[in-house]
């Protein structure tokens, strides 16, 4: 089984395109990410699928990971969210 994984990007449609519903769950969760101001947004994907969401990707801290998984699951519309975001701290 393959999953296809990618960015979020506006303006998304066409042929082959996710459905309307899951395209807007997951613009939804995007925005409210990179709106939030303890989480870097830039650097976590997001996939929808059967109202399923998937978070990926990279933050600096276990704080921000919870965060972005809270922050998905309290949109209304998603089954489930799986947070596979990984924390990648700077050493310094």
């Known amino acids: 089984m393959q999953l296809?994984?990618?960015?979020?990007?506006?303006?998304d449609k066409g042929p082959?395109?996710?459905p309307e519903t899951e395209a807007r769950l997951r613009a939804r969760?995007?925005?409210?990410?990179?709106?939030?101001g303890r989480v870097d947004a830039s650097k976590i994907g997001i996939v929808?699928?059967?109202?399923?969401v998937l978070l990926w990707?990279?933050?600096?801290?276990?704080s921000?990971?919870?965060?972005?998984?809270?922050?998905?699951?309290?949109?209304?519309?998603r089954l489930n969210?799986?947070?596979?975001i990984h924390?990648?701290?700077t050493l310094g």
């Open 4 to 11: 296809l994984v990618r960015m979020h990007t506006s303006n």
């Open 16 to 18: 082959g395109s996710e």
């Open 29 to 36: 969760i995007h925005e409210l990410l990179k709106r939030h």
């Open 48 to 52: 929808v699928r059967a109202r399923q």
């Open 57 to 62: 990707g990279s933050v600096g801290s276990e």
């Open 64 to 77: 921000e990971r919870t965060t972005a998984g809270e922050i998905a699951a309290g949109v209304v519309g």
């Open 81 to 84: 969210v799986i947070n596979h």
């Open 87 to 89: 924390v990648f701290q």
